[in-house]
């Protein structure tokens, strides 16, 4: 079992910035995967980032050059930094952890963009 836990979540005006964080605990293995995915109200949820245990990293189209993705091996955390928020940014931010075919995932942070 993977238990994850993310922080970070709250309100900034258009333009701002918030830095999220996700750690996971229990039967933590290599290779994984970890990903920030958020859903807004009425909408599906989506994938926003993931990086690999060895760093290689992944973005959708709409958070490119805004959000970056990383992670601290050592403390089994992801980071994901989001500048230049926009109101369309806002949702709940959900932290996944992926291995092999297991998929886990944490209880989400709310982010909302709002002036």
Do not use: H
């Not at 290689?56 to 930094?81: C, H, M, P, W």
């Not at 931010?93 to 989400?108: A, E, H, L, M, P």
């Amino acid at each position: 079992q993977v238990q994850l836990v993310e922080s970070g979540g709250g309100l900034v005006q258009p333009g701002g910035s918030l830095r999220l964080s996700c750690v996971a605990s229990g039967s933590i293995f290599s290779p994984n995967v970890m990903g920030w995915y958020r859903q807004a109200p009425g909408k599906q949820r989506e994938l926003v980032a993931t990086i690999t245990a060895g760093g290689t990293t992944y973005y959708t189209e709409s958070v490119k050059g805004r959000f970056t993705i990383s992670r601290d091996n050592a403390k089994n955390t992801a980071y994901l930094q989001m500048n230049s928020l926009k109101p369309e940014d806002t949702a709940v931010y959900s932290c996944n952890y992926r291995r092999d075919s297991t998929t886990y995932w944490g209880q989400g942070t709310q982010v909302t963009v709002s002036s």
